[in-house]
C-alpha cells in the first residue's frame, strides 16, 4: 500500500480506536465512525449499512438525509448495496446511476452525488453490512482510498460483532441448518465411490483483535509466521512419496513459489503499515484474493489464486498459533474432507489409509489438488454449494463422484443400497481384473486392439492392470498445465523415457502438445493478447505449435532422444488440412536430422499420425492418407463440431447423441477414404469406453479403441459376446434407414443375444 493510503488508514484506524474504547452506545459510535471516515477520505458522504432482520438497513451516514437513518433499507442483490453484499465484491463508479443494479432512494437526498464506491463489512467470509463513500463530482476513486475502506471495513466487522448489531445467525447462515437426509449435487473431478464421517479440512480462524497496538511486533510475528511455514512446505515436497521428477513434483514446486512470493508478503506488511495486526492484515489480503477470484475467467489462473488462499489459510493458522486442522489432529475413522478448497500440499497431510473422499465448495478440473488425489486414489467432488450450510462435523456422508452426488445423512435404506452397490462394483472390478490377461477376440475371431488414454507418468502402470494394448494416446499437455513456466527439454525428455520404458514393448501414441482453448497457460499468451469467444475452435493445439515453432522443436528433441533404440508414434491435435501436418512431421525430421549429426542415438522407427477431430480433414484424407503411419479419431471435439454443440456448455451436453446416423455415417464414410492403406484406425475418447456406443463403432468398421484404463474390462467383455458380422449387417440396415432412436435399437440387439451393460 503506497504511503499516502497508510497514513489515511492509520489516522482513521486510530479514531476508530478511540471510538471503540469509548463508553457511547452503538449508534453514537457509528455515528462518529462515519464522520471519521468522511473526513480522513475528505469525502462529502459516508455511510454504513447493516444487515438486520434480513434486509441491509442504513445505521449511519454523513452527508445524507438524517431522515433515512433506520428507513431506507434494501435486499441482499437489490441496488448498489445489496449488490455488494451478495457477491462480497467491491464497486467503484464514476457515474452510480449508469450501473445495471442502481436503485434510487429519494428519501436519502443522494440525487446530486454521482460518483460511488463501496466495500463489503465481511465477517467469516460473509456480508454483514456495506460501508460506500459518495462525492458529486464523477470520478472513479484511487486504489489507495479503495485499500482504505477496505481496511476501515475489517475494523467495522469487529466493531460490529462486539456491539450485537448483526445477528450472526442471520448472517451467516442464508437458511437454517438442516437437520435430515440431504442430496447435494456437484461436479465430478475424480471418478470414484466413498462413505465415511464428513471432516471439515479447518475451522475459522476467529481474529479477536483487528487494530494494532505496536506495528513492529505484528510485522516481525508475520516475519517468524512466513519463516515457519516455509519450513512446512520444504518438507512437505521433500516428503512427497510420488518419485522424483513427476508432475506432482511440479505441482509442489509451483506450489512453493507461492509461499516464496515476496509480493504476497509485502502486501500483508502493507496492511500491517496501516494498522492492523498480522491476522487481520493477513486477511485482509485474503478478501483482496477471494474478490479477484471471482473476476477470473480464466480457470488455470484461478485455480493458482487457490492455491495462494491455501498457503493464507496456513499462515493465518501460524501466525494466531490456531492450527488445529484435521490433518493435525488426525483422523479418526473412515473420513469424507469437507472444504471450500483445498491446496495439494494440504491433501498430502492427511492419513490416505482413512481419508476416503473429497468434497468443495469450490474447485475445478484444472485445480492442481485434482491431480494429487487421482495419483491418491481419492475421489473428489466439486462445486457443491451451500456445503457449510447442510453438513455438520461428523455427518455420515455417501459420496458419488461417479454420478456427481454426495448424500447427507443418508436414511438406513439408501446406506444399503449404496453399500450393495459399493459391493457389486467391487465384484464387477473383480471380474474385469480376471480378464486382464484375455486376449479381446470377438465371437467370429476377429481380434480387437484395446489401448488406454494416459496424460501422467502414474497412469502407466494401468497398462499392467488391465492387460490393455497400449497407450493409444499419452497427451503431453499435462505437464505443461501443471509448471508455472514451459517445462524445460531435459524435463520432458525424462517423462517420455520414463513412460516408454514403464510400457516396455507395448506401443505409446504421444500426441504433441495440445494446448489452448480451455487448457490455457498463463506463460503462454496468443501475440494479439485478445479473448477468443470460441476458444475450442481458437488458436490451439497445432496451431500453436506451428506458429509457436520453438515449442514444437523442443518437444520434437524430447521425444526424439527419449525413444532412443525404440519406435516413436507421434501423433498431431486437431489438423485441418494436409499442409499442417506436413509442417509439423518437417519440425520433428529437422531435430532428427540435427541430433543425427550430434551423433545421438536415434529412435528405430518414426511413426507420424494425425488426429482426425475437424470434419475439414475428412475431405482430403484421401490426399494425407498415404503419408500416415496411423489415424485416430477424437470424438469428443469430432461431436461438437459435427452438431455446432460446444461440449462445455451444460444445455447442450446431453442434447446429441453419440450413436447418431450423422456421427456413424460419418465415421463409416472416414473408414471407406483409409480403405486400401496400411494406417492404423484407432477411435479415442469417451465415446469409444462406452459399450452401447463401442457397440456402435465396432458395426460400422472400427477395430481399434484407445480408452479410459476404468473401461478397458468392460469392453473387453462386450468384445467377446460381439459377432462382427452380425452388428455390421444390422448396422448397415440401420444407417441405411434409421430407426427413430438407434441407442435402442443396438440395447434391443444386444438383449436379444444376452448381452448385458453396465
Known sequence: MPAAAASASRLILTSLHEVMASRAHAQAKLNRVVDSIGEGLDSEVCSIYLLREGMLELFATRGLAQEAVHV????VGEGLVGTIARNVETLNLAEATAHPDFSYRPETGEDKFHSFAGVPIVRREQAVGVLCVQHVDPRRYEEVEIETLQTVAMVLSELIDNAGLVDEEEAWSASPLMTGPQHLTGLTLVKGLASGAAVFHQPRVTIEHVVAEDTEAERQRVFLAFDKMREQIDRMASQAEFGVGGEHEEVLQTYKMFAYDEGWARRINEAIDSGLTAEAAIERVQQRTRMRMRQIDDPLLADRMHDLEDLANRLLRIVSGQLGTAASQGLRGDTILIARNLGPAELLEYDRRRLKGVVLEEGSLTAHVVIVARAMGVPVLGRVRGLRGVVRDGDPLLLDADQGTVTVRPLPAVVEAFEARFAKNRERQAA????????????????????????????????????????????????????????????????????????????????????????????????????????????????????????????????????????????????????????????????????????????????????????????QLDILAPRLSFLSIGTNDLTQFLFAADRSNPKLAERYDWISPSILRFLRRVLGTMAGHPADITVCGEMGGRQVEALALLGVGIRRLSITPAAVGPIKELVRKVDLAEITDAMNRWLASPPPSLREALIAWAAARDIQFD
Open 432 to 619: 474385469y481384473a480376471r480378464l486382464r490377461e484375455v486376449e479381446p477376440f470377438t465371437k467370429d475371431g476377429t481380434r480387437i486392439t484395446v489401448m488406454i488414454n494416459a496424460g501422467l507418468r502414474d497412469d502407466v502402470p494401468n497398462l499392467a492392470l488391465t492387460g490393455a494394448d497400449g497407450i493409444g494416446l499419452f497427451r503431453t499437455e499435462f505437464q505443461f498445465l501443471v509448471s508455472a513456466t514451459l517445462p524445460a527439454r531435459e524435463r520432458q525428455t525424462r517423462l517420455y523415457r520414463d513412460v516408454l520404458e514403464a510400457a516396455g514393448d507395448r506401443p505409446v501414441v504421444f500426441r504433441t502438445v495440445d494446448i489452448g482453448g480451455d487448457k490455457v497457460l498463463p506463460y503462454l499468451r496468443h501475440t494479439g493478447g485478445e479473448l477468443e469467444e470460441n476458444p475450442a475452435m481458437g488458436w490451439r493445439a497445432i496451431r500453436i505449435a506451428l506458429e509457436r515453432e520453438g515449442l514444437l522443436k523442443v518437444q520434437a528433441r524430447a521425444l526424439l532422444e527419449a525413444a532412443a533404440g525404440r519406435t516413436l508414434n507421434v501423433m498431431f491435435p486437431m489438423v485441418t488440412e494436409p499442409w499442417e501436418f506436413d509442417a509439423a512431421r518437417d519440425v520433428f525430421e529437422s531435430q532428427r536430422l540435427f541430433l543425427k549429426n550430434q551423433k545421438k542415438q536415434m529412435p528405430d522407427a518414426i511413426r507420424y499420425g494425425a488426429m482426425l477431430e475437424v470434419p475439414s480433414l475428412a475431405e
Open 72 to 75: 431506507t433499507r434494501m435486499a
